[in-house]
């Protein structure tokens, strides 16, 4: 299973960060809320990544610890992919 890498991530934030930075480019360290994004709209970005990567959604309830940099979102993000052989939402 590959990881998913920031790149990937970013096309999905930049709706909710309008005036996210491009030089330098945003990079894993990079602060949630240096970036304009409060705790709601940090879920909202997790969600829309998770549907448009196609991951679990329902692993979201194991996420014990608030995301605090755009690393933290990635890392959350490669813990909802789906595990190879296991079966979800009955299929």
Known sequence: MAQIALAEVLPILRPFVPTMKTEPPPCETDQLSDMGLDSLTTINVI?????????????LDEVTTAPATLGDVVSILNRLQIEP???????
Request: glycine share 16%; proline share 0%.
């Open 85 to 91: 052989g296991v079966l979800t939402n009955g299929h």
């Open 47 to 59: 969600v829309t990544a998770a549907e448009a990567l196609g991951l679990d959604l329902e692993r």
